[in-house]
């Protein structure tokens, strides 16, 4: 993994379904302050996602716009195209990434294979209101030529406020393609040896649940505690270089609005 981990804007589109406080679900993503710039800086444990991985603590960095139909930030781009905050069905599309990449500098483990970069990726979202919370699908396809595959997949959000915070709980599962397995947990028969055997995988399926809690500080800081819990596929458990199917994430940051 990368030393730094982006704050990811959870992908997919979603109609904006707002708390008591000022955290709301628009175009997938947890956003707080509606047409607002943001800031953000914190830190995170992770869990070991590669094999004598050498990070386990990392910085979370995040910068851009949150508007009522366009967001922009280090986690990519979405917009919305059909919808308002108060319809039940958006429609939207989204420029991400995969959000995984590796280097000879991220484990020792890996010396001797090729990079794997950072993917950019296109994608639609449909997304619908379901009482207080929102199910969000989505479906995206690198177009960068890194991993050539797609992932798709589907969310769902609810908010709950707990006094002055708001507290956003998640669940989902996510379905990677044959391609992205193969390039990212695959080992090519030029990079195998006698620990690390050549490897190819076939599409996966994994599961997450999680949560952020958000709590304001003031009219401009908010203070944010995220945990997330991933359990992989098999195709990408398997695969000799990587550590565990169980990944963990907490983390926390601190985010101006302005």
Known sequence: MKNIIVLCSTLAAASAVHAAGDTYILNGGIYTKQNTWIAEVGAAGVSDLYKEQDNSVVPLLNFGYHGENLNVDFSGANYRVYGTDSDWVNLGVILTTSGIAYDKDTSDFLKGMDDRNLSLDLGVNADFRVGTGVISTYFQHDVSGAYKGYVAGARYFDIFPIGDADFVSFAGV???????????????????????????????????VGYKLIY?????????QSTQYTRLGNEVADSPIVDSEDQWMVGATVAYHF
């Open 174 to 208: 996510m379905l990677q393609s044959k391609d992205f397995v193969d390039y990212y947990f695959g080992v090519n028969q030029n990079e195998a040896r006698i620990n690390r055997p050549a490897y190819t995988g076939d599409s996966s399926v994994a599961y997450e």
């Open 216 to 224: 304001p500080l003031s009219d401009n800081w908010n203070l944010t």
